[in-house]
């Protein structure tokens, strides 16, 4: 009997270590990234996106919400003089579709329609910046590879690019405006492209900088 009660109460202290570790791993997950986001939003490339996806309104939306925080939508459309919510949500919407914004719906006094919150996602914008960084880098040392085969010529007015093939064809001459092809040795083009290389991997420090 008295071994069936010291099973049970290990079984108990392991329970609880368990829950006690799981609640741990939870609040590890929830933790959030905090992101400087005056200086991201200070990045060419992060403005431009932002404007691709949802035009200068879009911008000026999601600056919006996070200098604000979370805030309802109705609210939000009269503080940024919109003249109705469904204006403003087009806008959202976009922003919604690449994870730049989210929201969460309540229910207030049982009534049958629903409230919303919008909130914005800086860290998702870093994390997009970043993946344009680095496909870049990635597809300049694919070239990179190529170019250390063989050199290439130049047009002298329009600078469109020819390979020894193309530029034979074309009597060393541009089809777009006939201008004059002038040699240029690969390794001048390795270099310039390991400089962008280089300056792009400054400005992926320069982002990890952004999160705290």
Not at 58 to 86: D, Q, R, T, W
Not at 117 to 142: C, D, H
């Amino acid at each position: 009997m008295a071994t069936k009660k010291a099973k049970n109460k290990v079984k108990k202290v392991k329970a609880k270590a368990k829950i006690k570790k799981t609640k741990k791993a939870v609040v590890k997950r929830e933790k959030k990234i905090v992101i400087d986001t005056n200086k991201l939003l200070k990045l060419e490339e992060a403005r431009k996106y932002v404007i691709d996806v949802a035009g200068e309104k879009g911008l000026e939306v999601f600056e919006f919400l996070i200098s604000k925080g979370e805030m309802e939508e109705n609210l939000l459309a009269k503080k940024l003089k919109f003249e109705k919510a469904n204006a403003i949500r087009k806008f959202l919407y976009r922003l919604y579709n690449k994870n730049l914004v989210s929201y969460r719906k309540v229910r207030k006094n049982n009534k049958a329609w629903y409230t919303y919150f919008w909130s914005a996602n800086p860290g998702k914008l870093v994390f997009i910046i970043r993946e344009m960084y680095e496909e870049e880098i990635k597809q300049t040392k694919k070239s990179m590879e190529l170019n250390k085969a063989e050199d290439f010529y130049v047009c002298d007015i329009c600078n469109r690019r020819y390979d020894v093939n193309e530029a034979l064809q074309n009597d060393f001459r541009c089809k777009n405006d006939g201008g004059v092809l002038t040699h240029i040795e690969s390794g001048k083009i390795l270099e310039d492209k390991q400089s962008r290389i280089d300056f792009l991997n400054k400005k992926l420090h320069a982002l990890d900088q952004l999160v705290k």
